[in-house]
Nanobody, 119 residues
Framework: QVQLVESGGGLVQPGESLRLSCAAS????????MGWYRQAPGKQRELIAD???????NYADSVKGRFTISRDNAKNTVYLQMNSLEPEDTAVYYC?????????????WGQGTQVTVSS
């Protein structure tokens, strides 16, 4: 069984930074695209950034220039560096990954980590 475990969320003031981590564990042959989504209260879950196994990245307009996604393939881990945080960034952040296992490629979600930006 594969698990994605996020860490690094918390409460920060506007303008501050946070770094989220998401580590995949289990029987993993390879990991393709990894991404970060977020869901604010009363809103739909949205993709904010993703990264391919080759390192190509994609960002939502709302976070371009402030957030940076990266990954360590040796550690099966994806990171999200969030700078210049704004109250509008408050949400539960979820990790997502397409993982190849013995049975084929499946999509997995982490349990989510809360990020709150407030003065």
């Amino acid at each position: 069984q594969v698990q994605l475990v996020e860490s690094g969320g918390g409460l920060v003031q506007p303008g501050e930074s946070l770094r989220l981590s998401c580590a995949a564990s289990g029987i993993i042959f390879s990991i393709y695209t990894m991404g970060w989504y977020r869901q604010a209260p009363g809103k739909q879950r949205e993709l904010i950034a993703d990264i391919t196994s080759g390192g190509s990245t994609n960002y939502a307009d709302s976070v371009k220039g402030r957030f940076t996604i990266s990954r360590d393939n040796a550690k099966n881990t994806v990171y999200l560096q969030m700078n210049s945080l704004e109250p509008e960034d408050t949400a539960v952040y979820y990790c997502n990954a397409d993982i190849r296992q013995l049975i084929g490629v499946r999509n997995y979600w982490g349990q989510g980590t809360q990020v709150t930006v407030s003065s």
